[in-house]
T-cell receptor
Framework: RKEVEQDPGPFNVPEGATVAFNCTYS??????FFWYRQDCRKEPKLLMS???SGNEDGRFTAQLNRASQYISLLIRDSKLSDSATYLC????????????FGAGTRLAVHP | EPEVTQTPSHQVTQMGQEVILRCVPI?????FYWYRQILGQKVEFLVS????????KSEIFDDQFSVERPDGSNFTLKIRSTKLEDSAMYFC???????????????????FGSGTQLSVL
C-alpha cells in the first residue's frame, strides 16, 4: 500500500463548481498534514495545513479524519486559476519534517 | 516575502559528471531539505539537514549524493557521478523548525525553491 494515495484525476469542472479531493495515508504515526498546490513544472506551494478540527481559508476547506486516516480538500466556487495539481503531504511523528507526498490530483477548471 | 532561491534553474550534464545544485534558504530558517521530482512522478524526499549535519535521508540518497552548508547562507546538493536516472527537478526547501518542538504550526511549514531541472545526457 502506498504511503500517501490520491486519485490522480483529472477532475474537469466548470467555473463556480465545488470540488472535493481526498487523500489517504497509511502510517498511523503521521502527525502533520498539508495540502500543496503545484503548477506545471513549478515548485509545490503550500495551500494550507490540515488540523483535526478542520480549517478554512476563503474558498478552501480542509478536513482531517484520523480514525479513517484521510484528509480532504474542498474548493468552493472554482476559478480558472484553481487549475493545478493538488498534492497531499504528511509528515511522521519524530521525523525531521520529512514530507511524504501523494502523486497529486489534477484539477482542470473550464469556462 | 522571503523566498528560497535555487541556481541554476536548468543544468545539463553528461553522464558520469559531477554536478552541484545550489540553494539559498530563507535566512532565519534552521532546517534544510532536498526533494526531487522525476517527470510525471511524485515529489520525493532526499535529505534533511540541521545543525550542519544530515538528520534524515532516504534510500535514494546514496553515496553518490552529498550535501553541504559551506557558509552561512548556501546549501548545496552534490551528485558525484550522475546517471541518466538522476534527471529530475530538484527542489530545495527550508523551515524554521520541525513539528514536535513546541513551535507553532507556522514554523514547521516547508517553503520550496523554484527548483533546478537537471538533465543527464
Amino acid at each position: 500500500r502506498k504511503e500517501v494515495e490520491q486519485d490522480p484525476g483529472p477532475f474537469n469542472v466548470p467555473e463556480g463548481a465545488t470540488v472535493a479531493f481526498n487523500c489517504t495515508y497509511s502510517n498511523s504515526a503521521s502527525q502533520s498534514f498539508f495540502w500543496y498546490r503545484q503548477d506545471c513544472r513549478k515548485e509545490p506551494k503550500l495551500l494550507m495545513s490540515v488540523y483535526s478540527s478542520g480549517n478554512e481559508d476563503g474558498r478552501f476547506t480542509a478536513q482531517l479524519n484520523r480514525a479513517s486516516q484521510y484528509i480532504s480538500l474542498l474548493i468552493r466556487d472554482s476559478k480558472l486559476s484553481d487549475s493545478a495539481t493538488y498534492l497531499c503531504a504528511v509528515s511522521i511523528s519524530g521525523g525531521y519534517n520529512k514530507l511524504i507526498f501523494g502523486a497529486g490530483t489534477r484539477l482542470a477548471v473550464h469556462p | 516575502e522571503p523566498e528560497v532561491t535555487q541556481t541554476p534553474s536548468h543544468q545539463v550534464t553528461q553522464m558520469g559528471q559531477e554536478v552541484i545544485l545550489r540553494c539559498v534558504p530563507i535566512s532565519n530558517h534552521l532546517y534544510f531539505y532536498w526533494y526531487r521530482q522525476i517527470l510525471g512522478q511524485k515529489v520525493e524526499f532526499l535529505v534533511s539537514f540541521y545543525n550542519n549535519e544530515i538528520s534524515e535521508k532516504s534510500e535514494i540518497f546514496d553515496d553518490q549524493f552529498s550535501v553541504e552548508r559551506p557558509d552561512g547562507s548556501n546549501f548545496t546538493l552534490k551528485i558525484r557521478s550522475t546517471k541518466l536516472e538522476d534527471s529530475a527537478m530538484y527542489f530545495c526547501a527550508s523551515s524554521v523548525s520541525i513539528a514536535g518542538q513546541g513551535a507553532s504550526a507556522t514554523n514547521e511549514k516547508l517553503f520550496f525553491g523554484s527548483g533546478t531541472q537537471l538533465s543527464v545526457l
